[in-house]
């Protein structure tokens, strides 16, 4: 048969490249984010003039060009920073890599020329080096530092503010944090707010015309050309703008759509291809969240799943029932339920919606399954 992979090399394929459909890929400019850059770039400005900027926090859901725009701003500053007698470093932290205090600075350490092993150090011996580098650096110039930190949220409620507490007392560094919640703050300490000071911006949801806008850029970099059918952009920015404004979602639905086309060998892609690749983009979603699942949190999915098939009203009390004849012993409070609920909401697993039974009989929260019935009961059975 020959190498398959010469095989598969010669197969006709709708796309040119791929990379523009990646939601980290960086285009040249942001559609309908200048207002954002913008603001971004006025706050960092004072590093041109050798003076550390202040703190920036920017918000979002998922989707709405936080990261790209906070990467965008960056290039734009090193650019600028070329043709002046600064030294000015932006450095990029995903929390979702790096959920440790050490860990990131170790990171920021080894970024900026210093071997700090990731593990091994205490948090101090890694905290000096670090402070370190300000003193002495190489270009004999006073280093401003300007650190990303995306997802910040997640690393907080993992270790803690300690992070923001050792960058805000170094000297000559400023940091930009992402988070797509705005109640992220509820784990700094009020010490450390002090310090922080931060400015905020906030992304708004896409519409639907500015995700089409976005869409149309990237498939002209992506597809080969008279490869779309007029239908599937406007779809693809109509679904996504469903999902609030989700730009992540759209890139995805119009990639996967034309994966399916070339799976089809087909040369064009249709609108059909889009609502196939929504429903392979939700299923791999969903499945991939539950698989991953804590056991108790899987129960109590379970526990979801029978009465929405028996079309039980579903209150919190019913569910920890259900949930306790699942768990057979093995199970914890009903306080820690709430969390459970708290959190599979987040994911858009389920949702709540607290509802009045009238005068004197106080308000109920009900809970509802946002996810295929049939989806659930087979992932479930599959673990």
């Avoid at 398959?4 to 791929?18: A, Q």
């Avoid at 560094?173 to 700094?188: A, E, Q, R």
């Avoid at 070339?262 to 196939?276: L, P």
């Amino acid at each position: 048969m020959g190498n398959i992979f010469d095989n598969l090399e010669g197969e006709v394929s709708v796309f040119n490249d791929k990379k523009p459909l990646d939601h980290r890929f960086l285009p040249e400019k942001l559609p309908h984010r200048d207002e954002q850059i913008t603001q971004i770039a006025k706050y960092w400005i004072e590093a041109l003039n050798n003076v550390t900027p202040s703190d920036v926090t920017i918000y979002g859901k998922t989707g709405t060009g936080k990261t790209a725009a906070a990467k965008f701003a960056r290039e734009q500053l090193h650019e600028a920073a070329q043709n002046k007698d600064v030294f000015i470093r932006v450095e990029y932290i995903r929390c979702t890599d790096y959920t440790t205090e050490y860990q990131v600075i170790a990171q920021l350490c080894q970024k900026l020329g210093r071997d700090v092993p990731h593990r091994g150090w205490t948090k101090g011996e890694v905290i000096n080096t670090f402070r370190e580098i300000f003193k002495k650096n190489a270009f004999g110039k006073k280093l401003i530092l300007i650190v990303i930190l995306d997802e910040v949220d997640i690393l907080l409620e993992k270790d803690g503010d300690g992070i923001l507490y050792t960058l805000t007392r170094t000297p000559n560094v400023s940091i930009l944090s992402i988070s797509n919640y705005v109640d992220f703050k509820k784990f700094i300490k009020p010490r450390v707010m002090s310090s922080l000071r931060d400015k905020e911006i906030v992304f708004p949801p896409y519409g639907a015309d500015q995700l089409a806008d976005i869409l149309q850029e990237r498939a002209e970099l992506s597809f080969k050309e008279n490869t779309l059918n007029g239908d599937v952009i406007p779809l693809c920015s109509a679904m996504a703008a469903k999902e609030e404004g989700d730009a992540r979602y759209a890139l995805d639905l119009l990639r996967t759509a034309g994966e399916i086309a070339d799976e089809n060998q087909s040369e064009k892609i249709f609108g059909e291809y889009v609502r196939t690749a929504k429903d392979k983009i939700e299923h791999n979603k969903v499945t991939d969240i539950i698989l991953t699942l804590p056991t108790q949190q899987q129960r109590v999915l379970e526990a979801l799943l029978r009465l929405t098939q028996s079309d039980e009203e579903i209150t919190s009390g019913k569910l920890y029932d259900m949930y306790k004849n699942i768990s057979k012993g093995d199970s914890v409070t009903y306080r820690r339920i709430f969390d459970f609920i708290n959190e599979l909401e987040m994911l858009g697993i389920i949702s709540t919606n607290t509802i009045s039974r009238g005068r004197g009989k106080g308000r109920t929260n009900i809970i509802a399954l946002q996810c295929d019935t049939d989806l659930l009961e087979t992932t479930l059975d599959s673990v």
